[in-house]
């Protein structure tokens, strides 16, 4: 009895350890970023895209962070959040574009990729 209790215990802890040291390695989806058949297959147009769209990026996460700021005020402007809203989603378009000009993946407003799935990589580019 005591000698089966001992086997399950460690055949249970050498099963916690494993599950986990592949959820670190394989992040599930086909083209992970650890590996699988698509890593690495965009490499050269991220770079070129995160260097050409470096402004624009720093432009929308300012406009981001100025429009969190505001929300987070007890009594906020509904003009200044409304303007801030239509530059950034101006922004997010713009983002788009280039990412299409580069022929990636882009993500839409609730930070899906929209290439995700249906044989999609799932890798998107910011």
């Known amino acids: 009895m005591k ?3 001992l086997t399950l215990a ?3 802890l050498i099963m916690l350890i494993g599950t986990q040291a592949f959820a670190r390695y394989w992040d599930g989806y086909w083209g992970g970023p650890m590996g699988g058949p698509m890593a690495g297959s965009y490499d050269g147009q991220y770079q070129g895209f995160y260097d050409n769209t470096a402004q624009l990026r720093q432009d929308l996460a300012a406009r981001q962070g ?3 700021a505001l929300l987070a005020t007890s009594n906020p ?3 200044r959040t409304a303007e801030l809203g239509r530059e950034i989603a101006a922004l997010h378009d713009q983002l788009r574009a280039q990412a299409r000009s580069y022929d990636l993946p882009a993500q839409n407003y609730a930070g899906h990729h929209s290439r995700m799935g ?3 990589t799932g890798r998107g580019c910011w």
């Open 3 to 5: 000698k089966t209790m």
């Open 10 to 12: 460690a055949i249970s």
């Open 66 to 68: 100025e429009y969190n």
């Open 118 to 120: 249906m044989g999609g």
């Open 77 to 79: 402007d509904p003009k």
